[in-house]
């Protein structure tokens, strides 16, 4: 696995520690980023 993809793997696994409930959020790593929304419209 290289550099980028192990990055990345590692930043998406976190996720859930700091996006989870929030309504968006942004896991910043060495040498990647990841950032994750919540498109809930809060209808249904």
Known sequence: MGW???C???A???IPTFC???QGGQVVK???SVRC???RSGSG
């Open 12 to 14: 998406l696994l976190e």
């Open 20 to 22: 989870e409930g929030k």
């Open 37 to 39: 929304w919540s498109n």
């Open 4 to 6: 980028c993809s192990a």
């Open 30 to 32: 060495e040498s990647c």
């Open 8 to 10: 990345l793997k590692d």
